[in-house]
Every structure is written in structure tokens, then in C-alpha cells.
């Protein structure tokens, strides 16, 4: 090993050591009660036992901070059942509805969209993906909150920065060093675009921290620069 490639190490690693730091003190204030955790059925078709797994899947992965945010909005989660797939939204141009597990829209307010699918019919989804469908889902707030605070824009505009860093680490998953899970994996090798891509990003943060970082270090500092900006900047009365 070279000189120059030790430093380069070094400095990776130390990147890697500040990056853990960060999760590890936005992610410590976990709540484990439902306080100020909004979600709700669509129908009564939807058990009570969804709910009930979504709300502490939501409350044990989130950071309380951004809960707060979240809640500061008006921001809901609501519980649909897979046979009456995407109510509450006009859905006319969409495609492949009926593969849509989960969806986010912010008109009135911030609105994470869960099907009961991967709840109540597990074996028909990959391992994990109700946890990862709720952190995806609210990944996508992040990328909007983010613009919205920054002056940005009021879309999920990606930063150019991302859109790079994206092509740069889009295949990762698929080296032999990545350790993630194969239901984790199958979720970001879906991921064409870079906005779902973000997404997945967080999701990947708040379930497997140092394996996201490890696999995709560029796509995962600055997310994770994104919750920061939203934690210091985001005022919750």
C-alpha cells in the first residue's frame, strides 16, 4: 500500500467515524410510546394489528426529531388495504398500481400512503419491507422538507450533488463487500430514478446504518446532511 492511498484510507475511515457519530445522535431520542404518532385506517377492512406494527415500526426508526417535524406540518400516515389499492389520491396516468406497496404526496399537508400488503401478506414481499416501505416513504418528506427550508423548491428536485453521487454508487449494492440485506437489496435495485433512490437512501440509514454508509458513503452523507439542515432549521412550536 502506497503512501497516498494510506492517507486516502485514513481519511475514509474517518469520514466513515464522523458519519456514524452523526446517525448515532440524531438517532438516540427514539421514542418508545405513541406520542404525537398520527396514523390511521382508511378502512375498517385494514386490522388493528397494521396499524399497530406500522405505528412502532415508525416510532422505533424515526428520530423523535424529525417525528416533530413531521407532526408540526400536519404530516399523516394512513393505512390502506391492498384490495382497494391508492385511495385517497387521483391516480389516472399511473402505472403498475396494483405493485405500489406505499406512496407520499404533500398537497394539504404531508401524507405517507402504506398498504397493508407487506402487514398482513409478508410471505408476497420481501423480508423487512414493511420497515422499509415506511422509511422510504418518509424519505421522500425529507427530500421536499429539505428544498422547502433551503429556498429550493417545493418538488423533490434532486441537488446535483445527489443526481452525482447517485451515478456514481447507483450499483454498489451489488459488490462483494456490501453487507446488506437481500430484501433491502431488491428494494434499491428497483430504483431507476434518483429521487426513489434518496428515498431508499434514508430508509437504509434508519434500518441498517453502517451498512448503507459502508456501501454508499457519498448518497448517505449528504441525505444525511439533509436531516441535519431539517433538524437545525425546521422550527416545531
Known amino acids: 500500500m502506497s503512501k497516498h492511498t494510506c492517507i486516502r484510507t485514513k481519511k ?12 448515532m445522535l440524531i438517532w438516540l431520542p427514539i421514542r418508545s410510546y405513541a406520542d404525537g404518532c398520527n396514523i390511521s385506517k382508511c378502512s375498517n ?16 426508526y424515526i428520530p423523535a426529531s424529525l417525528q416533530d417535524i413531521y407532526a408540526a406540518d400536519g404530516g399523516n400516515i394512513r393505512i ?16 403498475n398500481i396494483g405493485n ?13 400512503m402504506l398498504s397493508t400488503k407487506p402487514v398482513e401478506r409478508a410471505s408476497a414481499c420481501v423480508t423487512d419491507q ?3 416501505s415506511i422509511c422510504h416513504e418518509f424519505g421522500h418528506y ?15 428536485r434532486i441537488s446535483d450533488d445527489f443526481e452525482e453521487a447517485f451515478k456514481a454508487e447507483k450499483s454498489n449494492y451489488n459488490k462483494s463487500s ?17 429521487v426513489e433512490f434518496y428515498a431508499t437512501i434514508f430508509a437504509g440509514l434508519m434500518l441498517y446504518p453502517e451498512d ?5 458513503p457519498r448518497c448517505s452523507a449528504l441525505v444525511l446532511d439533509d436531516m441535519n439542515y431539517i433538524i437545525n432549521n425546521a422550527s416545531v412550536q
Do not use: Q
Open 178 to 194: 456490501c453487507k446488506l440485506p437481500k430484501g433491502y437489496k431488491k428494494n434499491i435495485s428497483r430504483t431507476a430514478a434518483s
Open 142 to 156: 425529507i427530500t421536499i422538507k429539505s428544498n422547502i427550508i433551503r429556498g429550493i423548491s417545493t418538488d423533490y
Open 45 to 60: 377492512v385494514v386490522l388493528d394489528s397494521t396499524v399497530t406494527t406500522y405505528s412502532t415500526y415508525y416510532l422505533s
Open 80 to 95: 390502506y388495504h391492498e384490495s382497494d389499492p391508492l385511495p385517497e389520491i387521483d391516480t389516472s396516468g399511473w402505472s
Open 12 to 23: 475514509s475511515l474517518l469520514s466513515t467515524a464522523v458519519l456514524v457519530l452523526f446517525l
Open 212 to 216: 448503507t454508509m459502508a456501501t454508499f
Open 100 to 112: 405500489i406497496i406505499g406512496y407520499f404526496e404533500w398537497r394539504s399537508g404531508p401524507l405517507i
Open 130 to 132: 414493511a420497515k422499509i
